[in-house]
């Protein structure tokens, strides 16, 4: 079946640095890619909508200036956390979906980010 | 997006039949139900989808009433290895069509 690969699985950045998450579709073209954050013991919350070659849609609440999303060719999308703080530490999981209605959405592994 | 609903968490043992039910009565024509599974510091794994009356796969099965305002996810002979959080969504899937996660049911299987 089709995979959608994270990098890094997990990553430690000290606060007020920058990291970037990778996303990449191995097996298919994904035109829109997900990215959703998840705190310990809840459940996964979407942060926001990554279309190929064009703005992504953030979700109420989530800053744009902070989450940057690039989405630059039809198989990788990238998540950077900005000047990241320690509220910013949580599991980062992006997923995308083949073209077609009804076919099944596949997510990444998800990447661990502690900002110490 | 329709809202579903689920037990918060279950229990079951080795080897039993764990079936979990979600409420989702606002669902519209189009949406199809899906579940996902997901293991700590991992990313959800598709279990099974379905549109209505009953889907079977390796895994699991999927009943889905007429009415389509429910839909139970049935584990056979669960194991050890099934402990884990699962998810109920409805929407239409597929291309740009984003989901939205509800709370999950947390199910620990005892040995």
């Known amino acids: 079946g089709a995979v959608v690969s994270q990098h890094p699985s997990w990553v430690i950045c000290k606060s007020g640095t920058s990291v970037k998450i990778e996303c990449r579709s191995l097996?298919?073209?994904?035109?829109?890619m997900f990215w959703y954050r998840q705190f310990p013991k809840q459940s996964l919350m979407l942060m926001a909508t990554?279309?190929?070659?064009?703005?992504?849609?953030?979700e109420q609440g989530v800053e744009k200036d902070k989450f940057l999303i690039n989405h630059a060719s039809l198989t990788l999308s990238t998540l950077t956390v900005t000047s990241a703080h320690p509220e910013d530490s949580s599991f980062y999981i992006c997923?995308?979906?083949?073209?077609?209605?009804?076919?099944?959405?596949?997510f990444g592994q998800g990447t661990r980010l502690t900002v110490v | 997006l329709a809202k579903t609903t689920q037990p918060i968490s279950m229990d079951s043992y080795e080897g039993q039949e764990v079936n979990i039910t979600c409420s989702h009565n606002?669902?519209?024509?189009?949406?199809?139900i899906t579940w996902y599974q997901q293991f700590p510091s991992q990313g959800p794994r598709f279990i099974i989808q379905g549109y209505k009356t009953k889907v079977t796969n390796e895994v699991a099965s999927l009943f889905i009433p007429a009415d389509r305002k429910s839909s139970t996810l049935s584990l056979p002979r669960v194991s050890l290895s099934d402990t884990a959080v699962y998810y109920c969504?409805?929407?239409?899937?597929?291309?740009?069509?984003?989901?939205?996660f509800g709370a999950g049911t947390r199910l620990a299987v005892h040995p």
């Open positions: 997923s995308a979906s083949t073209q077609g209605f009804g076919t099944e959405a596949f």
């Open positions: 606002n669902i519209a024509t189009n949406d199809y």
């Open positions: 990554s279309n190929e070659g064009s703005k992504a849609t953030y």
């Open positions: 097996d298919f073209q994904a035109t829109t």
């Open positions: 969504l409805v929407g239409v899937t597929g291309g740009y069509n984003k989901l939205i």
